[in-house]
């Protein structure tokens, strides 16, 4: 059906209306008449997931015709957040997402909103661009509550391809609770139309502890798709036994870790294993000694594949963590781009 048909489209809330000038001429099959509506989806499907459409007459209160249609199961955009867990700590927290559709050429955005009202700062300042086109460039609107990552035109991104980025935070120094501490990662194009969406991005559990970790790995060496990485652990009191049940170094997707060395004077329970699963180097602490006030050194060897290596000597984002059983006592994003 041609726009032209209509003399305006007023949308409002959950309806629009088309108003027509030429409604004789409004006639034919399902397959000949088709309007084309933009629309601002739901961040999941709703419970009634149902569509209507009525028309009237002009002049008259009463329809004319009424249909139903079932609505599209809503999928929110596949993305994660590894933040820093410290409380009221500024550090570099890093997205990871995966848009389902490529925005179409021309200028584009990404946009970042902080759980609302929860005590959260976004800074540009020291903005990683991980695997964003290298003209990516970032900016803060002034009275929102929001960062804004914008792409030249020409820029793209691959469907279902996973895409990376870090970005200044500063954490309340309050506790969240988990279920308001959601954040949303938006992908817009040009004309600020939403392309693909997460509300619902799970944000770190907020919590004190005495650890403290870079934010880049610290190369030993690379050859070709081979590379040795340290990274310095700051225990910056004495953490009694127990206290902290083991650390975890996590390579990126492409990385294996082929060996490793930690510091002598960390009192280790058994020898350090990788996990099944994600690779992680899992370094297990003794229950019965104190875990003393210094630096620790964490050494991995391994080799990574040609994509991971592209990304960088590291070859992509590596996150470390501190356990106390199975709750995160510490976790921080380390680049490796």
Not at 87 to 109: C, D, H, I, N, Q
Not at 201 to 228: F, N, R
Not at 296 to 301: M, N, P, R, S, T
Request: net charge negative; hydrophobic share 40%.
């Amino acid at each position: 059906l041609e726009t032209r048909l209509f003399a305006r489209c007023s949308g409002a809330a959950e309806g629009a209306s088309l108003v027509s000038g030429r409604p004789s001429v409004i006639k034919g099959t399902s397959e000949d008449l088709r309007v084309e509506l933009i629309v601002d989806t739901a961040p999941e499907t709703p419970a009634l997931n149902v569509w209507t459409l009525q028309y009237y007459l002009q002049g008259s209160a009463q329809r004319s015709g009424y249909g139903e249609a079932a609505g599209y199961e809503i999928a929110p955009m596949p993305a994660s957040f590894v933040g820093n867990t410290q409380l009221g700590k500024e550090a570099l927290g890093y997205f990871t997402f995966e848009p389902s559709g490529a925005p179409a050429a021309g200028r584009w955005a990404i946009r970042v909103e902080p759980p609302k009202q929860k005590g959260y700062e976004l800074t540009c300042l020291g903005f990683r661009r991980g695997t964003l086109p290298k003209a990516t460039s970032c900016s803060l609107p002034l009275t929102e509550d929001a960062l804004v990552l914008n792409l030249t035109s020409g820029a793209s991104l691959a469907a279902g391809s996973a895409q990376a980025f870090g970005v200044r935070v500063r954490n309340p120094n309050k506790l969240v609770l988990t279920n308001e501490n959601s954040w949303r990662i938006l992908l817009l194009d040009g004309a600020g139309n939403t392309i693909d969406t997460n509300y619902g991005v799970q944000g770190a559990q907020l919590s004190t502890s005495y650890i403290e970790v870079p934010e880049d790995m610290q190369l030993g060496y690379s050859s070709g798709l081979s590379a040795s990485l340290t990274l310095l652990v700051t225990i910056s009191r004495d953490l009694h036994s127990g206290l902290v049940s083991r650390f975890t170094l996590e390579p990126p997707a492409g990385f294996t870790i082929e060996g490793n060395k930690t510091s002598a004077e960390l009192p280790l329970a058994t020898a350090p294993a990788l996990e099944p699963g994600t690779g992680a180097l899992s370094v297990p602490l003794s229950s019965e000694s104190m875990l003393v006030k210094g630096r620790y050194a964490f050494q991995v060897q391994g080799s990574m594949s040609g994509a991971a290596a592209a990304l960088g000597s590291g070859g992509g984002l590596w996150v470390f963590r501190a356990y106390q059983g199975e709750q995160v006592l510490y976790q921080q994003a380390v680049s490796g781009f």
